[in-house]
């Protein structure tokens, strides 16, 4: 069942990051439900997995990170996409599978990429991220930057051999990235409690390679900000990697073509009613934000998902003489042209 919400009224955060955040979930929440809605009317191409109760982590790092660090994601990944500044339409379009979408229609929703703003990729093989992650921290470190690489992954990726190797190998070189374990507690349509040795299955790992034990509330967009924050001053001073669980829950089932009736309706029930956007607007209201400019950003939210439907719709469909073009054939630089 979700905790109980912690007293973050106090917390040092200024209110224009505050409402950064508002609005940056309420993008995703709002961007979820039209991706759904288009995926029922059969135009979203292949399966999509949403986000929608799970924004909370997203827009808490989000709004920590600087422009020139990294994220990398899952394949559930539009929210991490959209924290980075990605415009809605790139996203829907490429959603829809049109030459306007972020990668010319051809990457679909698992694989959503935006160098120029850090997303440095949606990784539909679980797993395969963090030891990448670990390369571009490796290689800010190498440069003498201070850039952090903050990765993003599923509570299932926890028992995969890449996630030990990943955190033993960032521990040891002192890395400065942040690895980040969104823990919605089901794996695919499996408890990860039912087969999982530990209870928390980043947190009480994270001993096994020198780090601290963090698992926060990942439904409460302050705290994870502020957890977001100390991590990446941390890993900005050399004082290498974080491992952090953030516990949270999918609203949905794992994708569109999941109805998640495997998890008991009292649970699914209880999380809904604990939602990040529900706690936050009223975390706002309680520190004198006045309903009616949280009402302007919902509608400017709902404005401009609407924009972006059309003009993904809008979008053609990629030409067919793209289909051999940016592939990797033969180890040397024509792809490229």
């Known amino acids: 069942m979700p905790p109980q919400p912690a007293d973050h009224d106090a917390a040092p955060i200024d209110l224009p990051t505050r409402l950064a955040i508002y609005r940056q979930m309420q993008d995703m929440r709002q961007f979820g439900k039209r991706a759904y809605d288009l995926f029922m009317k059969q135009l979203v191409k292949g ?46 379009a490429e959603l829809l ?25 949606s990784y539909a093989i679980i797993g395969a991220h963090l030891t990448i992650a670990n390369g571009a921290a490796f290689s800010a470190q190498y440069r ?17 051999g890449a996630f030990h190797e990943a955190i033993n190998f960032a521990a040891v070189y002192k890395l400065p990235v942040v690895f980040v374990c ?19 299955p980043a947190a009480d790992r994270a001993s096994a390679y020198a780090l601290e034990s963090t698992c926060i509330d990942g439904n409460d967009a302050d705290e994870v900000h502020l957890t977001a924050i100390r991590a990446l001053n941390r890993a900005r001073a050399g004082e290498g990697p974080s491992l952090i669980e953030a516990v949270t829950y999918r609203h949905g089932g794992h994708s569109r073509a999941d109805p998640g009736k495997y998890r008991p309706q009292e ?13 936050y607007r009223e975390r706002l ?15 400017e939210t709902s404005a401009a998902v609407e924009l972006a439907t059309e003009e993904a719709i809008a979008g053609a469909l990629p030409a067919p003489e793209t289909a051999l073009t940016e592939l990797w054939a033969d180890g040397g630089s024509s792809w490229r042209n």
């Open 267 to 279: 649970e699914v029930e209880a999380w809904k009613a604990y939602d990040p956007l529900r706690i």
């Open 97 to 121: 599978g049109r030459a306007n979408g972020l990668m010319g229609g051809k990457g679909g929703s698992m694989h959503l990429t935006s160098v120029d703003h850090g997303m440095m990729g």
């Open 182 to 200: 969104e823990n919605n507690l089901y794996m695919e349509y499996t408890s990860t409690a039912s087969i999982t040795a530990v209870e928390r």
């Open 285 to 299: 209201l309680r520190l004198g934000v006045d309903a009616a400019k949280l009402d302007a950003i919902e509608k």
């Open 144 to 160: 003498g930057t201070d850039q952090v690489a903050v990765c993003f992954f599923g509570d299932g990726t926890t028992n995969i």
């Open 47 to 92: 399966t999509t997995h949403l986000s929608m109760g799970m924004e909370a982590i997203a827009a808490g790092f989000g709004t920590a990170l600087r422009p020139d660090d990294y994220t990398f994601a899952t394949y559930r990944g539009h929210a991490h996409t959209l924290a980075r500044g990605v415009s809605m339409t790139s996203v829907l």
